[in-house]
């Protein structure tokens, strides 16, 4: 049967975050995930949808992004979403992505 009510929101806690070594994905809401490794690494994982694509937008290990960060890095990414933004491009920009142009043409 499928849940009724309201999507969770905020269900992870700090302690829950530290013990979790079984690996997959944990929903916090609002489509923030903690994010287990076979190796037990930990990482936050956020999912929007930006001009009808799913981005899956990485927002760091456990290690170096407490639960309270992430959802705070998670809100502004979502607005920017919502704004019609892509959330990933200041990310790629900062990088030097260049959209795969110079992809199998040979430049070193």
């Not at 995930?33 to 981005?55: E, H, I, P, T």
């Not at 407490?66 to 502004?76: F, I, P």
């Not at 990414?77 to 260049?98: C, F, H, S, T, Y």
Request: proline residues 5%; glycine residues 12%; contains cysteine.
């Amino acid at each position: 049967m499928k849940p009724t009510g309201r999507h969770p929101h905020e269900v992870l806690e700090e302690w829950q975050v530290r013990i979790f070594e079984e690996p997959g994905r944990y929903c916090d809401g609002n489509c923030l995930y903690l994010v287990v490794d076979r190796s037990a690494a930990k990482r936050w994982l956020l999912r929007v949808v930006v001009g009808g694509r799913r981005r899956d937008i990485g927002l760091g290990s456990t290690s170096l992004v407490s639960l309270a960060e992430a959802r705070e890095k998670a809100k502004a990414l979502r607005k920017a979403a919502r704004e019609g933004a892509d959330p990933i491009m200041p990310k790629r920009q900062n990088v030097g992505w260049n959209g795969g142009q110079n992809v199998g043409r040979g430049q070193a």
